[in-house]
T-cell receptor, first 111, second 114 residues
């Protein structure tokens, strides 16, 4: 079983709509979670860190559900520029240096 | 400009011919790491370094070597490349103080081993 799993999609979303997707992780002791965005095999870039209480950054909202071991990302009022692959990243609780990445969820926003 | 640079960006080589991919960052970050990305598998960590002269294995270290002699540089060495090392490679760096934060990635190196 993969340590971090994501629905690969694609999620086809009309412009202006809301899309949400999850990422599950296997190690219940994990403490640090992130969403990164990757465009077309370019370098990943941090979208947002995910905090225990949930956090929002403009149109993006991230939530953490420790009981069910998943994090979620919700994008409101989708823009064409939101089309990308969203990577879930979890820090290994036994090492600040180790990270596990999900394979990514592809989002395609259509006009 | 704060950045992570990698060279070369594209490389086609043959099995067994030693190669080095360089990575350099200008942000004075203690932490650096190498990842490979393959379709359907996501990024997998090869090696990481928490500081100069400190390196540790990631999840897929076999067939790779690294060194960290200077804070800014973290080269990835393939002593005897094989076709299964054909992949997209990313180097990353981040601060180690405070909360675990953003990793800054280089632009990637596309390696093909024939």
């Amino acid at each position: 079983r993969k340590e971090v799993e994501q629905d690969p999609g694609p999620f086809n979303v009309p412009e202006g709509a809301t899309v949400a997707f999850n990422c599950t992780y296997s190690n219940s002791a994990s403490q640090s979670f992130f969403w990164y965005r990757q465009d077309c095999r370019k370098e990943p870039k941090l979208l947002m860190s995910v905090y225990s209480s949930g956090n929002e950054d403009g149109r993006f909202t991230a939530q953490l559900n420790r009981a069910s071991q998943y994090i979620s990302l919700l994008i409101r009022d989708s823009k064409l520029s939101d089309s990308a692959t969203y990577l879930c990243v979890v820090n290994d609780p036994d090492s600040w240096g180790k990270f596990q990445f999900g394979a990514g969820t592809q989002v395609v926003v259509t006009p | 400009e704060a950045q992570v640079t990698q060279n070369p960006r594209y490389l086609i080589t043959v099995t067994g011919k030693k190669l080095t991919v360089t990575c350099s960052q200008n942000m004075n970050h203690e932490y650096m790491s190498w990842y490979r990305q393959d379709p359907g598998l996501g990024l997998r960590q090869i090696y990481y370094s928490m500081n100069v002269e400190v390196t540790d294995k990631g999840d897929v270290p076999e067939g790779y070597k690294v060194s960290r002699k200077e804070k800014r540089n973290f080269p990835l060495i393939l002593e005897s490349p094989s076709p299964n090392q054909t992949s997209l490679y990313f180097c990353a760096s981040r601060k180690t103080s405070g909360r675990i934060g953003e990793q800054y990635f280089g632009p990637g190196t596309r390696l093909t081993v024939t």
